[in-house]
């Protein structure tokens, strides 16, 4: 199984955290939050189909809904497969960054 | 529900399809557009979606390209199978292509160059010669004049706003003799005046555009000859002995011409250097000057004709048999309607039918693609259905087998490309041109690119939609859905149409050049000598020249003349009475000869007798009529007749003492004109006839003898039959396209047969082998797969011949004699296209006919 890409591993991140209402708009306000970085429809449907065909995510169809105009959001979720993922990029993660200390690229840091 | 988005975005956003998750990009767009112009407002909320819009934009046509790229990845890999399984198909249908695009692209070349000519100057536009229609006097049957009086030039400058520029150039009529040091050679040039580099762009490449040919007795010269001259020296300031006349100073050098420009010179010389500009300059009479004019753009070329219809009025006195006009730049390559024309030319409508021959080839080569595709599908029957069954709809289908014929079109286009150098190398040699094949010249591949598409597209369209129709069910079991045997029964009539047209056209051309050639003339030009007069010497002495060469072992007879049949003056419109007593005015030819004149040319006289050394008044005023010009007066009694004649500046009283046999000085475009002979006083051709035998013997001989009497010039002379086939180069030219063109496009045709023929026997083999079974014999099954083809190709030219005996009809029109187009020509022409039809297709048919039919059954 290949590596999530940076931005896969917030997207899933995401979608596990918003739990029942993993859909386009705010999966793409939260990622905009975080990163800071713009991120369009395109590019974030491209990241979720990549993430789809790899078994990381699977898409439901949610009930018609009154605002979104009577119609069906695309709603997200992690597979098992997909938690595996994030469990093992959170492990990369706590590896690389083991014995760092919260303050060390600070400015006024002494190290 | 309506969209909530603004305008376009709305309906941009909705017609996008991301993954199948079709409303997905737009619903959440919607959204989050909503909250946004509530909270921010309208205005900014539209920046916002546009911004957005175009961003999705981006990334969804980055991955149309990115999913194409591998959907064509697929297909490639596919075509590439396909092609390699069936090398030999793959071969004919490529090989096909490849030559209906090399001559393609070849054609349209050769066009693109004939349409370039002379484009390179810089005011193109407003570059005018100024012609003039003299309604009494026509040469060659023609009475448009390319050449203009001297005075002309200057006087549309001096009284004309609207004349930015004029220039005048005068011509040589045969090359004229540079001489330097050990440098002694005939070269082309021509007499130019100071505003010719003014009004056309040729390029300097040292000295002054401006001044160079201001002096008299200055010479520019091409690189080239300058470099032959002067090897490594420099020419600036040099002096060349020129016609041994004069000294003439090169006072500048001009870049090589290029191939595509009107004129033709190796050298400028000032036209204040040419003795007789000298002294008559400003005569109204003198006709032998081209002279080209720049206008203000926007200025009207009709009326500004006429204008110069009323200063020459004004200057010379009112001539209403004279018309001036002025002929665009861009159409001088193309006009041969004009007499003393030294432009290069060719006619429009040779051009017209090389395009169409060019496009007809392709066709056949398309033709042959589609057909030869659409027969392949019945072994890919199989493979569609399939395909349909695992998912494929009919437009993934579609695009894969257009995409299959594209590459096989790119293929051979490539290769075409890589062809048209060589190609146009004989193309070259058989159309009397210099084009260079470029590969890297962006005209050519942008011409390749298309090509390429249109092919791509036209071939594959017809093949792909027929495939992709197939219904699955039908496909596995082998049998496909439509019967397409009409529509190709239909392309190979097309193809086999083209190909019996293009044969008529090259028989009747060929045809005609024969008959042209063969015709009986009417006088001799076999073993004629012929040596132009160049030099007062020659001139002075020709009776003892004539003397000593009738001496010479090997010489039969010797003319010195003023003209010769091929080398005539024009004809003047006379005035003479007939038996009634009424006027007849008429066009009439004069000829200059001496006694043995009608000797040498073998003229036949019908009546009365030649012109004898015994009759004192035969140097005085006898003359000689042809048939034509008697018939035209109606005189029953021509020798009793005596008449006033003015021509060419001579004028006397003329008495009839032969008639001679009509004879065609000129080529069989123009009906032979009334002739009357002289005894001519000048000498400006001395002819030779020899004996056969030894030719090269003689030929020295002759030039010792011209040795003796000329001292600066060298020798030169030509036959006449040579000059004689030059008058039929562009038929030739014509002929021998024709016959390249109609060997390819039978030979395309004959491909696609080839590989239809073998679809064909394939499908019937277990026909065969139950007919043969049953006990038909060899015969049958040949001709039961052979007949049909041939009844395509009979239709084939029942559908070819009226339209080729139309286009050969009105191209005989151009001559004045010519050939009726025989029955016998249709019919050679569909002998030989059933012929090789039959050639191709038999060794195919006789082996399913001799097959044994146990091996074609023993499956079942």
Redesign the interface.
């Known amino acids: 199984m290949s590596e999530l890409t940076k931005n896969e591993e917030l997207i899933l991140l995401l979608i596990w955290r918003l739990k029942n209402d993993a859909y386009g708009v705010p999966l793409r306000q939260k990622f905009s939050e975080i990163t800071g970085k713009m991120l369009n429809y395109g590019a974030l449907y491209n990241i979720l189909y990549q993430m789809e065909r790899k078994g990381l995510v699977i898409s439901t169809e949610s009930k018609p809904e009154a605002k979104k105009g009577g119609r069906r959001k695309i709603l997200y979720s992690v597979t098992k497969q997909g938690l595996i993922s994030l469990k093992k990029a959170q492990e990369i993660q706590k590896m690389a960054w083991q014995g760092i200390s919260d303050y060390a690229f600070d400015e006024n840091s002494n190290e | 529900?309506n969209s909530?988005l603004p305008g376009l975005t709305g309906w941009i956003l909705k017609k996008?399809d991301?993954?199948n998750?079709k409303?997905?990009?737009y619903?959440?767009?919607?959204?989050?557009y909503c909250g946004f112009s509530e909270k921010y407002g309208v205005y900014k909320a539209f920046i916002w979606i546009i911004l957005?819009t175009v961003?999705?934009?981006?990334?969804?046509i980055f991955?149309i390209l990115y999913r194409s790229g591998i959907m064509f990845k697929n297909y490639f890999k596919i075509s590439y199978r396909n092609i390699v399984r069936n090398k030999g198909f793959s071969f004919i249908n490529i090989f096909g292509l490849i030559t209906g695009i090399t001559c393609f692209i070849v054609i349209i070349l050769f066009i693109q160059y004939e349409y370039s000519f002379d484009k390179f100057h810089e005011n193109y536009d407003n570059i005018y010669r100024v012609t003039k229609t003299y309604s009494d006097y026509s040469y060659q049957g023609k009475n448009h004049y390319a050449s203009t009086m001297p005075p002309l030039a200057p006087a549309l400058k001096e009284e004309f706003p609207e004349v930015i520029n004029a220039a005048r150039i005068m011509v040589f009529p045969v090359n004229a003799l540079l001489q330097k040091r050990e440098f002694r050679s005939f070269e082309n040039g021509i007499y130019a005046d100071d505003n010719f580099l003014k009004v056309f762009s040729y390029g300097v490449a040292h000295g002054d555009r401006n001044t160079a040919l201001t002096e008299p007795n200055s010479i520019m010269l091409s690189v080239d000859l300058a470099n032959k001259i002067f090897k490594n020296a420099d020419p600036i300031g040099q002096v060349i002995r020129f016609r041994d006349e004069a000294d003439l100073k090169v006072t500048g050098v001009f870049e090589n011409l290029p191939g595509n420009t009107h004129l033709r010179f190796d050298f400028l010389i000032s036209l204040n250097s040419y003795p007789p500009f000298i002294r008559q300059g400003d005569s109204w009479y003198w006709m032998d000057h081209h002279t080209y004019i720049i206008l203000h753009s926007g200025t009207d070329r009709e009326e500004f004709s006429r204008k110069i219809d009323d200063l020459f009025a004004r200057r010379v006195g009112n001539r209403s048999n004279y018309h001036f006009d002025l002929q665009p730049l861009s159409n001088i390559h193309f006009e041969t309607h004009y007499n003393y024309n030294i432009a290069v030319t060719i006619d429009r409508r040779y051009i017209y039918m090389y395009t169409v021959t060019a496009f007809l080839i392709l066709m056949i080569s398309c033709i042959n693609f589609m057909n030869l595709s659409t027969a392949r599908s019945l072994k890919r029957t199989k493979e569609i259905g399939i395909r349909k069954v695992a998912g494929a709809n009919r437009k993934q289908l579609f695009s894969q087998y257009l995409s299959e014929s594209l590459i096989q079109t790119l293929i051979a286009a490539f290769v075409a490309l890589f062809l048209s150098k060589p190609v146009m190398f004989f193309f070259n040699r058989i159309i009397d041109r210099q084009i260079e094949v470029n590969y890297f010249d962006t005209s050519l591949l942008f011409l390749v690119v298309s090509v390429f598409l249109c092919t791509g597209i036209v071939a594959g369209l017809y093949p792909a939609v027929i495939l992709s129709s197939f219904s699955p069910l039908n496909a596995i079991k082998g049998k496909p859905g439509k019967c397409s045997f009409s529509v190709r029964n239909g392309m190979v009539v097309v193809q086999f149409g083209i190909s019996i047209l293009l044969i008529v056209c090259t028989l009747v051309v060929q045809d005609q050049l024969r008959f042209i050639r063969d015709k009986d003339i009417g006088y001799n030009r076999e073993h004629v000598v012929v040596i132009p007069v160049r030099d007062e010497g020659i001139e002075r002495d020709h009776k003892l020249i004539k003397d000593a060469l009738l001496t010479k072992s090997g010489v039969l007879n010797v003319s010195c003349s003023g003209t010769l049949p091929l080398m005539q003056y024009g004809g003047y419109t006379t005035t003479l009475l007939n038996d009634l007593g009424e006027e007849v005015r008429f066009r009439i030819v004069p000829g200059y000869g001496d006694f043995d004149f009608i000797d040498l040319f073998e003229l036949e006289v019908v009546r009365g007798r030649k012109f004898s050394e015994e009759y004192q008044k035969d140097h005085l005023g006898s003359v000689i009529l042809n048939e034509t010009a008697l018939e035209t007066l109606g005189w029953n009694d021509p020798f009793s007749k005596e008449f006033d004649f003015s021509f060419n500046g001579r004028r006397g009283k003329a008495r009839v003492v032969g008639i001679i046999k009509d004879t065609h000085f000129w080529s069989m475009h123009t009906q032979v004109e009334p002739y009357i002979l002289f005894i001519g006083r000048e000498t400006n051709y001395i002819s030779v006839k020899i004996s056969p035998f030894n030719i090269s013997k003689t030929m020295s001989l002759i030039e010792e003898t011209y040795k003796k009497h000329s001292k600066a010039f060298p020798f030169d002379y030509f036959f006449l039959d040579d000059k004689f086939n030059q008058l039929y180069r562009t038929e030739e030219k014509l002929g021998a396209i024709f016959s390249y063109f109609s060997c390819l496009a039978i030979f395309i045709a004959c491909l696609g047969l080839f590989g239809l023929i073998a679809f064909t026997v394939e499908s019937k083999t277990k026909e065969i082998g139950i007919r043969k079974v049953l006990g038909s014999n060899e015969f049958h099954i040949v001709s039961l797969i052979s007949s049909e083809f041939f009844r395509l190709i009979l239709v084939a030219n029942i559908i070819a011949w009226p339209i080729a005996f139309f286009i050969m009809d009105k191209w005989l029109e151009k001559f004045a004699y010519k050939i009726n187009i025989s029955p016998g020509i249709f019919i050679l022409s569909t002998l030989t296209a059933l012929l090789i039809a039959f050639i191709t297709i038999s060794f195919q048919t006789i082996k399913a006919a001799v097959a044994n039919p146990v091996e074609s059954l023993k499956y079942e």
Do not use: Q, S
């Open positions: 529900m909530r996008l991301f993954y998750k409303y997905a990009v619903d959440d767009l919607e959204e989050e957005h961003m999705i934009l981006g990334e969804y991955l």
